[in-house]
């Protein structure tokens, strides 16, 4: 499991003309599910994105998680994260997950997710979503399980 971090002032997601998820302060996490991934990497994605230290402590160094600050989380799919790009001139998504996979354990991402924290958005599995956010910092992390 792959997820693209970014601390943010603000971020928002909409399908079509509804906003389906939005949060304050806090993570916005792009997340692609790979063909082997399962509950073991499910869990460990959820433990780095309420753990990994992004946010500043008193004395401005990166010290602070989610979970420390109480911020939002804004999960949203993107299979394309997990798109092979060292060759060519278009992407190779053979290392995505299929459609049905990817959505188990996306949805199993978020059902653990919304279980361990208060703050959980998300979009719409599979959907054409638009993204808004406001990038603190810019502060932006590639986490991997793998």
Do not use: C
Not at 48 to 57: E, I, P, T
Not at 80 to 95: E, I, V
Not at 127 to 137: E, F, R, S, Y
Request: glycine content about 10%.
């Amino acid at each position: 499991m792959i997820a693209l971090i970014q601390r943010v002032v603000s971020a928002s997601v909409s399908v079509g003309d509804e906003t389906v998820g939005a949060i304050g302060p806090g993570l916005l996490a792009l997340v692609a599910v790979q063909p082997d991934d399962g509950e073991a990497q499910a869990k460990r994605m959820l433990e780095r994105l309420l753990g990994y230290r992004v946010f500043a402590d008193a004395n401005g160094k990166m010290n602070r998680s989610l979970a420390d600050t109480g911020g939002g989380l804004l999960l949203v799919s993107q299979f394309t994260l997990a798109a092979d790009t060292r060759s060519g001139m278009r992407p190779s998504f053979t290392s995505a997950a299929p459609p049905e996979h990817g959505r188990r354990w996306f949805e199993r991402l978020l059902e653990l997710a919304r279980a361990a924290y208060p703050k959980v958005e998300t979009g719409h599995f599979g959907a054409h979503m638009v993204i808004q956010l406001v990038n603190d910092g810019p502060v932006t992390f590639w986490l991997d399980t793998g």
